[in-house]
T-cell receptor, first 115, second 114 residues
Framework: DSGVTQTPKHLITATGQRVTLRCSPR?????VYWYQQSLDQGLQFLIQ???????AKGNILERFSAQQFPDLHSELNLSSLELGDSALYFC??????????????FGPGTRLTVL | AQSVTQLDSQVPVFEEAPVELRCNYS??????LFWYVQYPNQGLQLLLK??????LVKGINGFEAEFNKSQTSFHLRKPSVHISDTAEYFC????????????FGPGTSLSVIP
């Protein structure tokens, strides 16, 4: 158990809908990272937040957005969902965020299925 | 831009045999290198990372990797595998000079045969 929790575990929704994925980092970790894992595109970094502020951005679509709250939990919002958004979404956390050498601890993931 | 190649998508190996999982990267700047493992239905776990110093890096679960700058490789090795090592292994790279994103390879599926 990494100490990172993600809810829900599974999510099934329809095209065009909007969903919110939630992540609670390990106690004391200030950074949260979001990743998408799909058969087509493999594992891709989406976005990083550090202590409430966006720190780095990867291949995140404009239909997707994220935020980190004062209690350091994070939410990833996916809107206007398409079939191709079906994937496993991972959250990870690390102690700091000032360097990219920090060990990231991954949650178990949320499996999103868009029908 | 950086990229990571894992030439072997699947590697079957008998229990107690040695294994090497290959990783090559491409980058115009200095990078940090990582190996992650993903067990079935679980998230990723860091096996080891190369930041600087000795090119031979030891990680968890008896794994080690060697950084070869001239060949731009970071191959993962284990002298004797167990059934429990059956998993997906990902090589990853990130630039040293920024908070830039981590780029993952496509993964290698290691199957240990009893």
């Amino acid at each position: 158990d990494s100490g990172v929790t993600q809810t829900p575990k599974h999510l099934i929704t329809a095209t065009g809908q909007r969903v919110t994925l939630r992540c609670s980092p390990r106690s004391g970790d200030l950074s949260v990272y979001w990743y998408q894992q799909s058969l087509d595109q493999g594992l891709q970094f989406l976005i990083q937040y550090y202590n409430g502020e966006e720190r780095a951005k990867g291949n995140i679509l404009e239909r997707f957005s994220a935020q980190q709250f004062p209690d350091l939990h994070s939410e990833l919002n996916l809107s206007s969902l398409e079939l191709g958004d079906s994937a496993l979404y991972f959250c990870a956390s690390s102690v700091a965020g000032g360097t990219n050498t920090d060990t990231q601890y991954f949650g178990p993931g949320t499996r999103l299925t868009v029908l | 831009a950086q990229s990571v190649t894992q030439l072997d998508s699947q590697v079957p190996v008998f229990e107690e045999a040695p294994v090497e999982l290959r990783c090559n990267y491409s980058s115009s700047v200095s990078v940090y290198l990582f190996w992650y493992v993903q067990y079935p239905n679980q998230g990723l776990q860091l096996l080891l990372k190369y930041l600087s110093g000795s090119t031979l890096v030891k990680g968890i679960n008896g794994f080690e990797a060697e950084f070869n700058k001239s060949q731009t490789s970071f191959h993962l090795r284990k002298p004797s595998v167990h059934i429990s090592d059956t998993a997906e292994y990902f090589c990853a790279v990130t630039m040293k000079t920024s908070y830039d994103k981590v780029i993952f390879g496509p993964g290698t599926s290691l199957s240990v045969i009893p």
